[in-house]
């Protein structure tokens, strides 16, 4: 059996097909065929050939006819050779010889890279904090410098901090001997007065009262300390409730000597 394939169409000129049925290797041909160019099967198994340039290309299986197809395919492939660097031009010269040369000039690209990147990742937790964090000004209200200078001994002053009262205290040495004797177990919130202040001769403390938040009245109570009024609880000269329904002790504020005479609350 002898079939030919002409394509027509625009596509003629450019590309055309000419099939010619050989033999397979399980039912020869009864007559010989003439192809252009010789070609030879393998009756032993399935036969594969592609000519490189407009050639021949041979197709022969177990299972389907044996065929020959001429292919055009002389299409050109574009040259990038403009675009490769000199040295990788030399096809005999390895990817790792080239790469060699162009190490500096990566470990440069990556080094500046991640610096550039650090960089960016600083500024941007920066402003984030800066937007989370206090402004300036509630960051000056948050601090408070008193002057001791012009406290006279045994006197409670009071200065409003935050918000809040804030005690300051000037004690007598007999007043620094009474609560350093005050055994802690006859207290409901046991704390050492030496614990309670920076200087045993200034207390330090913020005046709301631990139960809800009243302001005690300073120099009154059963102890010499403090009295709140609203439920009666009363507190020693170092602050701590020794009794009425108080749970704890005043609190403690953060402050620290800048001098001899000034402290600096927050």
Known sequence: MLSVVARSGPLAPYLSAVSHAVS???KPLTKPLALT????LDRKGP?????????LVV???MKAPASVRYVHNDVVVPDFSAYR?????????????????RRAFSYFITAATCVGTAYVAKNVIVQFLSTVGAAADVLVVGQMEIKLSGIEEGMNVTFKWRGKPVFV??????????????PLSELRD???????????EWLVMIGVCTHLGCVPIPNAGDFGGYFCPCHGSHYDGS?????????SNLEIPEYQFISDDVILLG
């Not at 036969?47 to 050639?55: D, L, N, S």
């Not at 660097?85 to 040369?101: G, L, M, V, W």
């Open 47 to 55: 036969v594969f050939g592609q000519a490189a340039r407009g050639g």
């Open 239 to 247: 602050g701590r409730i020794r009794k009425g329904p108080a749970p």
């Open 37 to 40: 160019k010789p070609v030879v």
């Open 169 to 182: 205290r000037h004690r007598t040495q007999k007043e620094i001997e009474r609560e350093a004797n005050v």
């Open 59 to 61: 197709t022969c299986s």
């Open 24 to 26: 397979s290797p399980l």
């Open 85 to 101: 660097r000199e040295s990788a031009k030399d096809f005999n010269i390895s990817s790792q010889e080239s790469s060699d040369s």
């Open 190 to 200: 046991p704390q050492h007065d030496l614990d309670r202040v920076k200087k045993p």
